[in-house]
Each structure stands twice: as structure tokens, then as C-alpha cells.
């Protein structure tokens, strides 16, 4: 079956501290991919995506991610995270116009 | 519009009853896409619209959940005799296919809550 796979479901860092956040998908052929965020009380906002070319990205906050093709892999990274970096991140593919999203990942940074 | 607007924000309805759930998307997306969010879950797929088609509505729960989408624009979500298990966010987003898929951008969501 198609999926998005986001294998931490809760992370705590304190300020400063460097992230990683694992995606892998299953979808076979040509994928888009896209970090969303969702910070407590507002709506999903892009952070990144990838459509081609450099498989290092880098999106906005500070945030980049690497797409391996031969992983399946989309992994978020940040160097050093702020207490404003708390929030509910989102890892998704678009595969034949249809957005396929992971189950998230709640960061909590401590101040 | 500048953006995905979704009403109401925040609906309360008594379990059995029907409710109608409203997104207006960006203006010139073709695509649109409903979403249900619940509390400790990912977001699950529901229907997506290319135009007033929907080429995919596997994700509906059941046969009480219907959507449409009139004029290319306004699309609307409906539950049919409500149940508990219905309480969840519910997100649209819209995005542009004209020159191949761009992002999904969402909207506030519409927090359903079935008592």
C-alpha cells in the first residue's frame, strides 16, 4: 500500500539542540515532496518541498531536507532549533495530484 | 481570495444530525482536497476535486459523508446523521495543477465536535 512513513511521533530538544526528523514513502516513480508545519492554533504552512533537481532543499526558518531517491527518504534537519519551533510537522508526497500525508511529528522545544 | 477560507470555524451539533462544512479555495486552483484531522492522528485523506470532478473519493468514512464542488470554486462537505466518532478537524486545500502540482495550501479547518 501507498504510504508516507514518519517514525517519530513525539520529539523534546532543548533550545539549540540539532533536529532530525525521519520520512520515508513508498510511492514508486516521479514524487513530490513537501514538509508541512502546523503551529499550536494556526493552519498547515509549507516549510519546504522538493520537485527536482538539488536533493538538498532548504526552506524557510532555517529548516533544509535531503531527498535520497534510492532511500525513499525526505528527511527534515534543523542545526539548532528555538523554542518557536514547537509545533506539529508534517512530512507528504503528491503522487497523481493527490497529497498522501505522514501521521506527524510533534516537536516540543524547551526554553 | 487570498487564501483557502473555510466556515464555520467551530460546529457543535447534536449526534443524528446533518451538517454542511464550506470551503472556498484560492481563486484559479483547480484542484481542491479534503482533509480529517483527529486529536493524536495524521490527516486522512477524504475526496479530491480536480474542477467539479471528483476523480477520487476512496477516503470517505461512509456513505454519510458526501462532497461537491460547484463552478470550479466553492466546494462543500456533508455529514449525514452525525455520529461521535465524526468529531475531528476537518481541512480543505486547494492547489494549482495548470503548470503541474504546486503545494496544497489549507485552510483554518472546521473543528466538528458531536455531542
Known amino acids: 500500500a501507498q504510504s508516507v512513513s514518519q517514525h517519530n511521533h513525539h520529539v523534546i530538544l532543548s533550545e539549540a539542540a540539532s533536529l532530525e526528523l525521519g520520512c520515508n514513502y513508498s510511492?514508486?516513480?516521479?514524487?513530490?515532496l513537501f514538509w508541512y508545519v502546523q503551529y499550536p492554533g494556526q493552519h498547515l504552512q509549507l516549510l519546504l518541498k522538493?520537485?527536482?533537481?538539488?536533493?538538498l532543499v532548504k526552506g524557510i526558518k532555517g529548516f533544509e531536507a535531503e531527498f535520497i531517491k534510492s532511500k525513499f527518504s525526505f528527511n527534515l534537519r534543523k542545526p539548532s532549533v528555538q523554542w518557536s519551533d514547537t509545533a506539529e510537522y508534517f512530512c507528504a508526497v503528491n503522487n497523481f495530484n493527490k497529497f498522501y500525508f505522514g501521521s506527524g511529528t510533534k516537536l516540543n522545544v524547551k526554553p | 481570495g487570498a487564501g483557502v477560507s473555510q466556515s464555520p470555524s467551530n460546529k457543535v451539533t447534536e449526534k443524528g444530525k446533518d451538517v454542511e462544512l464550506r470551503c472556498d479555495p484560492i481563486?484559479?486552483?483547480?484542484?481542491l482536497y479534503w482533509y480529517r484531522q483527529s486529536l493524536g492522528q495524521g490527516l486522512e485523506f477524504l475526496i479530491y476535486?480536480?474542477?467539479?470532478?471528483?476523480?477520487?473519493k476512496s477516503g470517505l468514512p461512509s456513505d454519510r459523508f458526501s462532497a461537491e464542488r460547484t463552478g470550479g470554486s466553492v466546494s462543500s462537505l456533508t455529514i449525514l446523521r452525525t455520529q461521535q466518532e465524526d468529531s475531528a478537524v476537518y481541512l480543505c486545500a486547494s492547489s494549482s495543477t495548470s503548470l503541474g502540482t504546486t503545494e496544497a495550501f489549507f485552510g483554518q479547518g472546521t473543528r466538528l465536535t458531536v455531542v
Open positions: 522538493y520537485f527536482s533537481g538539488d536533493p
Open positions: 481563486s484559479g486552483h483547480t484542484a
Open positions: 476535486f480536480q474542477g467539479n470532478s471528483a476523480p477520487d
Open positions: 510511492y514508486g516513480g516521479t514524487v513530490n
